[in-house]
């Protein structure tokens, strides 16, 4: 059999030509449908096919005065390239000059234009723009060439360069629509001064840092640069992740608000941020919104206790008391963790000092390596306790009143925003701007909005409601 495509513009009779057309005599697996180069040359044809129709309806249009209807003078053609997602595109591109009739402006009159280059002024077509920094920012920018080649009808060899580039200038333009959006915020000290009522849903932000590899750091002592990560969670609802390079964004603040926005929320209510306590985020919730609640991830909590408690099994004690609580390092990690679990942070540490003096001083500990470990692991979290005391809140009160004591997903969001695409290969090294730059498309990728931007940029890019093709 064979299965003829044809084309023909506004029911034209004479337009109609073959587009593509496949004989196939027998049915398998493998002569079922289309092949993958089959596929491209379809759609290769039929884009420039499309292309070439609507080009020469809208150069007829142009070819005249709309205010007089005499022909323009043409002044000379040129070739444009255009990058589509299905092919190169090269227009033919006619320059006219101005016409003279009074409908024309006088300035204008006699100096020439170039309608086709003006209708398009993004010579790489938004389709390809969207896929190319849409998958960049999900596999590498080479990976990403790969795969554009295998599956489009794209002639010529892409070059990873060039999708770094269209993806960093997708990024940038967030940027500016991030800064945009802010200035219709209102000032700080505009904001409401009453209390505003407990926001409804509650809006939970968990924060994390993770470090990416310094290509042409400053110093050695710098190999490294640290990333900010987080999810903003409403109750019940969707949650979507932010992250920036912490010593080049000067917005994070704005970043933040313009999420919990897309969210439903407005900025000023009040957020609770909930992060490890680790150094590279403990100031960041007062740094993002002036009514930020700072709190310990209970979850990170319990895993340290968990950790010591695995460790105190190996430790022994000769002729330990079974009724002395304060002779048993397991109870007394359950006693601290009991403590820190209703706030009380005092208690707890009391507890640890106990446990610390046992393991470090008693004579009836037996020295080694073990005991070593875990003299030195409690003393970690002693310190990490201490500087963090004003950040643990009575988990056990504020369990019971359904507020947040864990953002066990935060850890996750690192993960999913920052290494499967900026460490996973130890050898990839990035530059601070750069990085930054691609983790904006990254966090629009992994939250699903990057289409609806676009779509704002260009709406015409909006789902059509009827099939391309019926
Ligand atoms: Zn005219």
């Known amino acids: 059999m064979e299965i003829r495509i044809q084309l023909i513009v506004d029911n034209d009779e004479q337009s109609r030509r073959d587009i593509a057309h496949w004989e196939r005599t027998s049915l398998a697996s493998d002569t079922l449908g289309l092949q993958i180069d089959e596929a491209r040359g379809l759609l290769q044809i039929s884009q420039d096919a499309l292309v070439g129709a609507q080009v020469e309806s809208f150069l007829?249009?142009?070819?005249?005065?709309?205010?007089?209807?005499?022909?323009?003078?043409?002044?000379?053609?040129?070739?444009?390239?255009?990058?589509?997602?299905?092919?190169?595109?090269?227009?033919g591109s006619p320059r006219y000059r101005h016409c003279s009739c009074e409908g024309s402006s006088s300035q204008a009159a006699g100096k020439s234009f170039s309608p086709l280059a003006k209708a398009l002024p993004d010579r790489t077509l938004p389709e390809r723009l969207y896929l190319e920094s849409k998958w960049a920012s999900l596999v590498s920018y080479d990976v990403t060439a790969q795969m554009l080649e295998e599956v489009l009808p794209l002639e010529e060899q892409i070059n990873a360069n060039s999708i770094r580039r269209h993806t960093h200038r997708v990024a940038r333009r967030c940027e500016a629509d991030l800064l945009a959006?802010?200035?219709?915020?209102?000032?700080?000290?505009?904001?409401?001064?009453?209390?505003?009522?407990?926001?409804?849903?509650?809006?939970?932000?968990?924060l994390d840092g993770g470090y990416v590899r310094w290509r042409d750091a400053p110093s050695r002592n710098e190999g490294w640069f640290e990333v900010i990560a987080g999810k903003s969670m409403v109750q019940e609802g969707r949650s979507d992740c932010f992250a920036f390079v912490q010593r080049t964004d000067?917005?994070?603040?704005?970043?933040?608000?313009?999420?919990?926005?897309?969210?439903?929320?407005?900025?000023?209510?009040?957020v609770t941020f909930v992060t490890d306590g680790g150094d590279t985020v403990r100031s960041w919730p007062q740094k993002l919104h002036p009514r930020a609640e700072h709190v310990i991830d209970w979850f990170h909590i319990a895993m340290r206790f968990t950790v010591l408690k695995q460790m105190a099994k190996?430790?022994?004690?000769?002729?330990?008391?079974?009724?002395?609580?304060?002779?048993?390092?397991?109870?007394?990690?359950?006693?601290?963790?009991?403590?820190?679990?209703?706030?009380?942070?005092?208690k707890s540490l009391e507890r640890l000092d106990t446990l610390i003096e046992l393991i470090e001083h008693?004579?009836?500990?037996?020295?080694?390596?073990?005991?070593?470990?875990?003299?030195?692991?409690?003393?970690?979290?002693?310190?990490?306790?201490?500087?963090?005391?004003?950040?643990?809140?009575?988990?056990g009160d504020r369990r019971r009143h359904g507020e947040a004591i864990s953002s066990s997903i935060a850890e996750s969001t690192v993960n999913q925003v920052i290494s499967r695409r900026f460490v996973k290969k130890q050898q990839m090294r990035w530059q601070p701007d750069t990085a930054h730059l691609l983790l904006q498309v990254r966090t629009r990728t992994l939250n699903g909005t990057l289409r609806e931007t676009f779509q704002r940029w260009w709406p015409a890019m909006a789902p059509k409601l009827a099939p391309a093709l019926s």
């Open 362 to 395: 008693d004579p009836r500990v037996q020295d080694g390596p073990e005991r070593q470990k875990l003299a030195r692991t409690l003393n970690e979290l002693t310190a990490y306790l201490e500087s963090n005391r004003h950040l643990i809140p009575n988990y």
């Open 250 to 270: 000067k917005h994070a603040r704005a970043r933040i608000g313009s999420l919990l926005k897309s969210q439903g929320l407005v900025y000023h209510q009040p």
């Open 60 to 91: 007829s249009r142009q070819a005249v005065c709309s205010h007089c209807g005499r022909a323009h003078r043409l002044k000379g053609r040129h070739t444009i390239v255009v990058r589509s997602l299905f092919g190169t595109l090269r227009l």
């Open 181 to 206: 959006e802010s200035d219709t915020e209102p000032r700080a000290e505009k904001w409401p001064t009453d209390n505003i009522p407990p926001p409804k849903p509650a809006i939970t932000v968990g």
């Open 314 to 346: 190996s430790i022994e004690i000769r002729d330990a008391d079974p009724e002395d609580p304060d002779d048993n390092p397991g109870r007394l990690l359950d006693s601290a963790k009991w403590s820190l679990w209703h706030g009380n942070v005092h």
